[in-house]
Each structure stands twice: as C-alpha cells, then as structure tokens.
C-alpha cells in the first residue's frame, strides 16, 4: 500500500507536468491500471477514514451557511449559485476569518502552484463575483474588507459546526476485492476448541496478494525508467548540460482592466510619475455611486499593468482592442498599449488633448523630438468629464493596423502605431501637462485590453 500511495502522490496533475508528453501518457494509462488494484482502493479508504473531520463541515455567517466540502452556500435554506472558483475563495476566506489572506495565499487556493497567466485580473473577477452573491459593498463591506496591498479580509462572525461520521472499521483488503477474508494460521484464537483428532489446516495465501506485491515492484521500476529517460530526453543545452524544463500554460484569451473607481493597484496595476502625481475618486451624479478615477500630475503620472509572454505571444498573433471610457479635465491624458521591443512590436496610443478651448482625439506618431500625430480629430465630447465616452483601438492583425472608434462609431483607420518609448509597460493610462497646460487631469471609468 505504502508504493500505491507513493507513486500516487508522485504522479499528481501538478507533478505531472515535469514530464514528456509520451512520459505522461504511460503514467495515466498506468495509473488506471493501478486504481483498479486493491491496494490503491485500501489507500483511498484509509486516507478518508483516517481524517474523518473534513468529511463535513460546515460554518454560518449572517443568515448564510456553507458546506466547505460541497461548496454549497445558502441563505435562508435557499440554496445560491455560487460557481468553481468563487467557492474555493469563500472558503479561503472563512478558514481564516478575521485574518488577513494575501493576495499569494489565494493565488495557491485558486490556481495550486500552477503559473496562472493572468492572475491578478482572475482574482479581481473572483472577487467581484463572490460579492455579488453576498450582496456585499466594497466601500462599506459586510463579509469581505479589502486591505490595500496587502489582501483580504472576512469580516464578518463565522461560526464553524464541523460534523464527523461514526466511527467504523477500515475493511479488509479481500474484502475491498470482493473476496471474503482468508485467515492465517497465528490470526486464529488460540482458545478455540477443535473437536478430537482434528487439526488446523490454513488457506494457501490468496494470488491476489502475489498480484499486488508484483504491481508494487512493477510501479517502482516503471518509474525509475520514466525518470530516467525523460531526463535523457527532456533535451540538452548546447554545453551538453541537461536543459530546465518549462511549464508550459496555454493561453486561450487576454483580458486586463481597470474598472470604477476601485485604486488600480488593488487591481494589480503599478504607478509611475515625473513630479507630483495624484489619484483620487469621483462620485457619478447619475446613481451618486463611486465610478470614476481622477489622475493629476504637474508632468506625467500614470498606472501601467505588464503583460507575460504568452499573453504577448497570444495577442501580437490575434485581434485586439484597447478600450477607455474616459474624458479630460485639462492638459493631456492617454491610454496606451506597449509590447515592449523584443517582439518589434509597435506601441499604440490614444491621446486626449486639450488646447484652448478645444478638445482632441489623437493617434500618436511620434513623441520625441515634439509630438506627431497620425490622426487628430477635434471631439468636444472629450471635455464631457459627468458622461465619458467611449474610445476603442481595434486591432487587425492580418492588416497590422488599427482604426479608431468612438461610442460605437470609425472615426479612423489605418493606424499603425510607433516606436518610441516602448517600455514593455503592457496596458498604461495616465495624464500629464501638454501645450500651454501646467497640470494634466484625466478622468478614467475603465480601461480595458482584450485580445481574442
């Protein structure tokens, strides 16, 4: 039993990606011998049995309760839909009520170990959606605190009522094959009487057990020989050195975004400024919530959220589009994306300019000597700080060009963006002083990055 359980710790989703892909194919069509032994049942039985009290627990807060092991939640005997991975949040956050929980801490609830490519977004949509079912304001939070920089926190009481089974017996090994028990010769009391002349005669040792102890010694050398020739075979580097082997995550979309009023680097985005630079929130008129974000510098001040590299690889082979529902109080503002150079990719802005009494929409070309633009459309609606609009850059990766669109509407195309400045910053917005402006104040609703 102890080999079963080592070659199945050993042979887990997050081990198995060290190995080739030929080497993982013969590990899961062993493991499926091996779940069918005995011995890799008893494991399983013992395991559960020896841990009784996760087999149901439960805890209440408010008027919810949840089933930490089923992940179901309730209020008032009415059962919620609650998905996957706002499940597993809630119970990261309960088990430690009170307590803050980092940002990393989740991460490993959520994801395990496994490279999550877009993380913090993830997180922050998790987030969003477990308050959402709670019915929980973030500004005034009920169940859920944010703490800057730091976390989360529940906040809220939670009781605990962890329930164990009733004690039982682990069944024998025969007896999980389907077999009944075959006594041995010292498992006999020895103050059983037998009659007269009669003598004791005990069971051959059943097969089954040979069986096992041959897929034991099987699995061990099935794995020595696995490790070996995918260390032979992972590749070697051009020193003859074995080469690292990577853990490949596939990418499947993108998606990056600041949205409300919500401080960006709660939601994994970074600051950056040359002189003063401040940020702070607006209050919308229409609903009197918090929706907006205003950022003043007397240079350039700015909030930026990097890409990976397969996120790069993903997006500079498909569409995308960069969107801003924003608008300008005074000097410049902009929504940017930038790749960075190794990929000679192309950065891509949207300048909202302000000069006089006018307002712009500007494609930057160039930045340094003295700003060049490739478009430049007069649009009051820029100024209109109470009902921003909306702003896209959509992307053509075939055409290798974007065109412009305002609340839905092409204001231009055939943008091919520049190459200065490319800082490999990913997703940037920021304001700061343009023409005769000593401040820049720029008010952002969201800012999105989505490649598809």
Not at 120 to 148: A, C, W, Y
């Amino acid at each position: 039993m102890g080999v079963c359980v080592a070659w199945r710790e050993l042979t887990t989703p997050e081990n198995l990606p060290f190995f080739s892909f030929t080497n993982r194919l013969k590990i899961r069509g062993f493991n499926d011998l091996l779940r069918s032994s005995p011995s890799w049942q008893y494991s399983r039985t013992a395991e559960s049995l020896a841990e009784p009290h996760i087999l149901n627990r439960t805890c209440t807060f408010a008027a919810f309760r949840f089933d930490l092991v089923a992940r179901e939640l309730r209020k008032h005997d009415t059962k919620l839909r609650l998905e996957e991975q706002p499940a597993r949040l809630l119970c990261a956050l309960v088990e430690q009520a009170g307590s803050v929980v980092s940002r990393e801490e989740l991460h490993k609830a959520l994801w395990g170990d496994d490279l999550h490519v877009n993380f913090d977004h993830g997180l922050n949509n998790t987030i969003n959606k477990l308050r959402l079912v709670l019915g929980d304001d973030p500004s005034k939070p009920r169940f859920i605190e944010t703490l800057s920089r730091r976390g989360y926190r529940f906040v809220a009481p939670v009781e605990m009522i962890p329930s164990a089974p009733e004690p039982c017996t682990p069944p024998a090994l025969d007896a999980l094959a389907g077999n009944p028990p075959v006594l041995e010769s010292s498992e006999v009391n020895s103050n059983i009487e037998l009659p007269s002349g009669a003598q004791f005669t005990p069971e051959p040792r059943s097969l089954k057990k040979k069986l096992i102890f041959s897929v034991a010694i099987a699995a061990s050398l099935l794995m020595a020989t696995i490790l070996f020739t995918d260390a032979r075979f992972r590749g070697t580097a051009s020193n003859g050195t074995l080469a690292p082997s990577r853990r490949l995550v596939a990418v499947r979309s993108v998606s990056i975004e600041k949205n409300g009023a919500i401080d960006p680097q709660e939601e994994g985005f970074q600051s950056a400024s040359v002189g003063r630079f401040s940020s702070d929130v607006m209050r919308s008129l229409k609903n009197r919530g918090w929706d907006r974000r205003r950022v003043v510098s007397n240079d350039q001040g700015f909030y930026y959220r990097t890409l990976s590299e397969a996120e790069k690889d993903f997006a500079l082979s498909k569409d995308w589009k960069l969107t801003c529902v924003c608008a300008l109080e005074k000097g410049g503002a902009w929504a940017v994306i930038d790749f960075g150079k190794d990929r000679e990719a192309r950065r891509f802005d949207i300048e909202f300019l302000q000069e006089g009494n006018k307002f712009f929409v500007a494609l930057t070309k160039q930045i340094s000597p003295k700003f060049e633009w490739e478009k430049k459309i007069e649009f009051p609606g820029v100024a209109d700080v109470d009902h921003p609009h909306t702003y896209e850059l959509r992307y053509d990766h075939l055409a290798r060009t974007a065109s412009l669109w305002i609340d839905g509407y092409l204001m231009a195309s055939g943008y091919h963006g520049h190459n200065q400045f490319r800082e490999d910053r990913g997703l940037l917005f920021g304001s700061g002083t343009y023409a005769s402006s000593v401040v820049g104040i720029g008010v952002f609703r969201s800012v999105r990055f989505e490649a598809y």
